[in-house]
């Protein structure tokens, strides 16, 4: 519950942050820490709330990719072991936008393996789009 707490009071503190400010290592480091709580819960809820708040914190360039790395973890196992869709898609949404080597080729592996096919499709597209805009090859044909 206390984790729950922090991250609502989290997400509503991102929210009131203009564009403009910058986190100091301080506040980054805490954000990340929390999101980390927050992913490896046993909260469904907050799984995925997690994981949706820190792809957007990367996207809007709040965090950076390498202040979130430590988080690669329990997004891949969120990816792998979720219980529902949603949070399968937030966590592979979320290994996207850090772009690390390791979380674009488990995107290729649930792609590939995965016997959902809706999260497969979500993740071989993914995987395609990161390699298409980073100029890079294929490790796989679907």
Do not use: W
């Not at 009071?9 to 805490?30: G, I, N």
């Not at 290994?95 to 096919?117: A, K, M, P, T």
């Amino acid at each position: 519950m206390k984790t729950f707490i922090i991250a609502v009071v989290m997400l509503f503190t991102v929210q009131m942050v203009s564009a403009q400010e910058v986190f100091s290592e301080e506040k980054k480091s805490l954000i990340v820490d929390n999101l980390e709580k927050a992913i490896g819960s046993e909260n469904t809820g907050l799984h995925t709330s997690g994981a949706l708040v820190l792809s957007e914190l990367i996207y809007d360039s709040y965090l950076d990719k390498d202040d979130a790395s430590e988080v690669m973890i329990p997004l891949i196992k969120l990816l792998k072991n979720g219980e529902t869709e949603e949070e399968r898609i937030a966590a592979a949404v979320a290994l996207y936008q850090l772009g690390n080597s390791i979380g674009i080729y488990q995107l290729r592996n649930v792609g590939v393996f995965d016997s959902n096919e809706k999260i497969a499709t979500i993740c071989k597209n993914l995987y395609y789009t990161y390699h298409k805009l980073n100029g890079t090859e294929y490790l796989v044909s679907f």
